[in-house]
């Protein structure tokens, strides 16, 4: 009962729709992002997921200077609103120029720095709605074990749906549900506007920064934020579309776009297996860190070794292992940084937590290419799956 009592208050359970709506539809055009550049790029696709994730980084570090002094409602809702919009754009650029690669190029970043805003603007709108401790981890517990299902589903259903429609489509109904979603945050009351004073472009990076350096946790965390996002982006995100699409298998009469789907779908069901704890302990966070990196390097062992028969299986359990360990990180730092308190410092430690993450994953998914055709796609996996378990060893010693 402690988890769903968070839907009896009206304004948490509509922002809790909301989130639910458009993180499913942006797993479905998260999606057709990423197998379309396999598919236009080849092994160069992860420079698409640079461009995005550069333009989050851009957007995390510099968007606080305009946005945070503003309602956290009304920066969640026009980043929705454009989020919905320039997801078409690659729809659009086909039917233009024959080619969807430009549009992918526009929605990529137009997706990415409303991503920016709204991550932010969602912690400052979580803090001023449940202020004190235990509706604020309960609402976490469900907001973000709500997001797993979501993302479950929104992984999952390309694989069924790239049976009947091509995957450009994908990006329609993508705009739909993320539409959807801005309806329902129009719905919320305003907020309180955070008081901040004036600063330099980067005051909510810098602050926030200052604010993790005075907290040890935070800190470590951040530091374990970095492995983990360099490890999604090589162990879950582009590395098995690459083993996927090298070894071309039909399974179970399902194209390997969506056997790709079925892959994000198990992880997925991992991160419900990770949901069980409302404020998971530092034991938790870090074992469960260790295991997202286990599951990359099995993922890498079987691109190597496994036979066709046994592939799909084989990489459906990594994935599931890689999304059970993945939840509790992202759970213990939500609560601890929900917990600073002023909407406005709440906002400030959100983007300093995105400026580290996607700089990683920035930086992962521009040295791919080299790395794979240096050493090889499974390689990659491993090495990166491997830096995760030693990276959780240390934080765990640290903070035991």
Known sequence: MRLIAPLSHKPLATLWAALVIAEFGAQIGNFALVWISVEQLGDNASYMQSLQYGAVLLGAAFGGYLLDARDPRGVLLGALLIRGVVGLCPILAAWVFGSPLAGLAVAAIGLALAQAQAEPAMQASMAALAVDRTRREAANALIYGSLRVARLCGRAAPGLLTVFVPVLALFGLNAALILAAALAVAAMPRGPRPEIGAGTPMRGVVAGLRAMAADRELGVLMVTTAFSFVAWVLCVSIGPALIVHERGLTWLGIPPAGGYGLLLGAYGVGNLFGS?????????????????????????????????????????????????GAVGHDLRQANLIQAAGHPGVVSALARARMVIGWSSMCGASLAAPGLVTAFGVEACVAMAGAALMAASLWAYLKLR
């Open 276 to 324: 069980v704890a409302v404020s998971p302990s530092v034991r938790v966070v870090f074992v469960g860190q260790a295991a997202l990196g286990a599951g990359g390097v099995m993922a890498a062992l079987v691109g190597l070794y496994a036979d066709d028969r046994s592939f799909m299986p084989l990489m459906l359990l990594a994935m599931l292992v890689c999304g059970a």
